[in-house]
């Protein structure tokens, strides 16, 4: 139900399935890969999942135009009625390929004006797109935040492609993160609802989320996801986390109650890939391939 939420907030969050504990039994998302490029790299990508971002195996998914993406909402919107959210997430970030993300955006606002519009990004240019954000009609962003402090950072991201050059060790964390805080910031003063998702990558930035924690809460975030690095051994030597393992049910169930508080902590996340439809939690993807979409009318 509604609880103490004020009814502006409660109408942009009912139907949407990852603010709404409640709501993802009800209602579906759909992303449409997109965004192929990414301006930074983290030791967990494997630009399959996103959103989540995550490591783990997977079909690599169809990158699609901002028009093939539009004719993909539609089928998909007329085919499963519990369809509420258009999101882009990925597969690399949003915001490194705005042309192609506003776009689509633009596209499906004319097209199906009753999907919300849902943006997930590093953060990294969120604060030169704030206005673009507002003058849309998105009503929901993502922004990953995995630390605040640039020693843990450098341990996360080997390098950021920012201001036409490429940043590494800790000058590369400390844009990162206050790029991703005063994104969040700015997006907050619009009344734009943010969720912040961290990854935890147990001895690295698990005992430290708590300060991320409070320091996303302090600028506004809407709703917090703390999501587990699936370590995904057969890829090990891809990633720079290599043999880094995931955390177990009880260390992730442990922070997320440490951080319960004044922000809502999202506990239901299934960590979706870059082309997912449905349910959380179900993936109905493959009715939806480019040939299959092009195809229908
Ligand atoms: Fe997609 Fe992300 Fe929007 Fe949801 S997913 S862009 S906020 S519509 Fe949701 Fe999936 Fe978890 Fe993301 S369950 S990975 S939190
Ligand atoms: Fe991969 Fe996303 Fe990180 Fe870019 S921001 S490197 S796509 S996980």
């Known amino acids: 139900g ?14 949407h399935p990852c603010y709404s504990e409640e709501a ?26 996103d959103c ?14 901002p028009e093939q993406a539009v004719k993909k909402a539609l089928a998909v919107a007329a085919t499963i009625p519990q369809m509420t959210v258009l ?3 990925g597969p690399g970030d949003p915001l490194a390929n705005p042309e192609k993300t506003f776009k689509t955006f633009e596209l499906v606002a004319k097209a199906a004006p009753d999907l919300k519009l849902c943006l997930s990004t590093n953060g990294l240019s969120l604060p030169d797109y704030v206005d673009v954000i507002a003058k849309s009609k998105i009503d929901h962003v993502t922004i990953t935040v995995n630390m605040i402090d640039p020693e843990i950072g450098a341990k996360i991201y080997p390098w950021i492609f920012f201001n036409h050059r490429r940043y590494t060790g800790l000058d590369a964390a400390r844009i990162l993160a206050d790029r991703q805080l005063l994104g969040l910031e700015m997006l907050s003063e619009r009344g734009i609802l943010c969720k912040v998702n961290s990854v935890m990558i147990p001895h690295i930035n698990d005992d430290h989320l708590v300060e991320v924690n409070q320091a996303v809460k302090s600028r506004g975030a809407f709703l917090h996801n703390i ?29 997320q109650d440490a951080c319960e508080g004044e922000i809502n902590m999202m506990r239901h996340c299934r960590q979706c890939r870059a082309d997912a439809v449905g ?11 480019t ?7």
Not at 2 to 15: A, F, R, S, Y
Not at 27 to 47: D, G, T
Not at 279 to 289: I, K, V, Y
């Open 52 to 65: 989540a971002n995550e490591s783990r195996p997977g079909v690599v998914s169809e990158k699609l135009t």
């Open 24 to 49: 993802h039994h009800h209602y579906a998302r759909m992303h449409v890969p997109v965004a192929p490029a990414c301006n930074i790299q983290c030791n967990y990508c494997n630009r399959k999942y």
């Open 279 to 289: 349910l959380l939690g179900e993936d109905r993807s493959a009715e939806f391939t």
């Open 87 to 89: 999101g882009i997430a």
């Open 291 to 297: 040939d299959q979409v092009m195809k229908m009318d």
């Open 2 to 15: 509604q609880g103490d939420l004020p009814t502006e907030i409660w109408e942009k969050v009912k139907n």
């Open 227 to 255: 999501m587990p690095l699936i370590s995904a051994p057969e890829y090990g030597t891809v990633f720079g986390l290599n043999g880094q393992r995931g955390p177990t049910a009880q260390e992730l169930k442990a922070l």
